[in-house]
Structure formats: C-alpha cells, structure tokens
C-alpha cells in the first residue's frame, strides 16, 4: 500500500512540474541594437585629393534622405572657346546600402546618372553601349565622382541621326561644317540619379520590376562671348 502511495505521489509531482513547466513565462527577447544615426559624408577628402588650378565651382545639389548629389563647374564662366566640365559627386548620406546600374562596360558615366544640357554636346557617353548591366554600390558615408564635359557646340542641321561622337574632349573636332557653336545664353540642365536600396546579404543588382527611387533637379548654366 505504501508503495502505491508513493508512486502516487511521484507522478502528482511529475504532473505538477509539466504544468508549472507549461506556464513559465517565455524567454526574454534578445537585446535590441539601436539604430545608428545617418553618416555624415565629408566630402573635404575629394576637394582635397581633386583640386585642380582653376578650381571648383559649386552649381546645385540635390538630395533625399539617402543620396546626396553634388554638382560642381570646372571654372567661373564659361565661352565658346571651353569645354565645359562638370563633376557630379553622388554620396550615400543614409543607413542603407545604395545600388545603382552601370550599364555600358565602355561607360565613363554610369546609366543611373542622367545629366542633360541641351543644345550642348554631352562627350561621356560611348558611341556603342553594350547591356552588360553592371551595377556598383555605396555603402554608408561613401562617395563616387563622374566627369561629365560638354562641348559648346550643336549640329549645323537638325537630323534624326547626328554626328557620333564619342569620348571626345576637343574643340577642334567640333570645328567643321557638320557643327556649329552653340548661342550664347542662359541654359537650364537637368539632372537624375536612380537608385534602389538593398539590404545585407541581398543581390547587388537591380532587376524589371524593382521600383528605384530617383534624385532630380534643374541647375543654370550661361555661356559667355569672351571671358568674364
């Protein structure tokens, strides 16, 4: 008899302790890493490292809460005598990792940065681009920075297909019945940048149907007849 009390006993022990056990509380949640602060990108480094006799010349920026798009001339003013330089330099001043397409393999400026300045002759893009559809990427308080010259110059008549040009950074190509220079005048540009945020350990690309987000803005450009 005693030894059925006992073994009564033991497993209304056991039972209490399955229940007990069944109740306990869940583990605490594992500790929560707070959220760094958005990198502040100093872009002293570049002026630094890039400064060239004539200096740099700030035109616009255009921002979101991700990119920052810096756009600089070459010198004070331009005529119809220079090649007109711009640097654009596009930072990611926010938490995420920034993909943008390439394009081209022969792109000396990639297929996300779009910068207009009509009639002006853009000289940076190739006369043949493939679709190789590279892609680079900025992470966190990095920087890149693309040369965008323009020529002075339009086609001496308007044609479904103009004069091809390609990477050409001289005057005297221009200098031929097939082109003339362009009015002097105010001019407006217009820049996009197109980018899509990826997070770790995601593919470094980006794909039809990814919706990117884009960077916009006008800047002013005036061409003088001689120098300033």
Same mark, same amino acid.
């Given at each position: 008899m005693k030894t059925k009390k006992i073994v009564v006993l033991l497993l209304a022990l056991l039972l209490a302790l399955a229940v007990v056990g069944c109740v306990s509380p869940p583990p605490p949640p594992p500790p929560v890493?707070?959220?760094? #602060?958005?990198?502040?990108?100093?872009?002293?480094?570049?002026? !630094?490292? !890039?400064?060239n006799e004539?200096? @740099?010349?700030?035109?616009s920026e255009f921002s979101?809460?991700?990119?920052?798009?810096?756009?600089?001339?070459?010198?004070?003013?331009?005529?119809?005598?220079?090649i007109v330089g711009l640097t654009a330099i596009i930072a990611n001043i926010g938490e995420e990792r920034v993909v943008f397409q390439v394009g081209s393999g022969s792109n000396r400026v990639p297929d996300a940065l779009q910068v207009?300045?009509?009639?002006?002759? *853009?000289?940076? @893009? #190739?006369? =043949?681009?493939?679709?190789?559809?590279?892609?680079?990427?900025?992470?966190?308080?990095?920087?890149?920075a693309f040369e965008l010259p323009f020529a002075p110059?339009?086609? *001496?008549?308007?044609?479904?297909?103009?004069?091809? =040009?390609?990477?050409?950074?001289d005057l005297e190509f221009f200098q031929n019945e097939e082109w003339e220079p362009v009015p002097i005048g105010e001019y407006i540009g217009n820049l996009t940048f197109s980018y899509l945020i990826r997070g770790e350990g995601e593919y470094d690309m =980006?794909?039809?149907?990814?919706e990117v987000s884009t960077v916009e803005g006008t800047f002013q450009f005036l061409l003088f007849a001689e120098e300033a």
């Open positions: 890493t707070p959220v760094e #602060p958005p990198v502040e990108v100093d872009l002293e480094e570049y002026y !630094n490292e !890039n400064e004539a200096g @740099r010349y700030e035109v979101d809460e991700n990119i920052l798009v810096t756009l600089f001339y070459d010198r004070a003013s331009h005529t119809q005598e220079h207009n300045l009509e009639p002006l002759t *853009a000289l940076f @893009r #190739p006369v =043949i681009q493939t679709m190789d559809m590279r892609h680079h990427v900025l992470m966190p308080g990095e920087y890149v110059y339009m086609p *001496a008549e308007e044609t479904e297909f103009p004069p091809m =040009i390609g990477f050409v950074e =980006i794909v039809e149907g990814d």
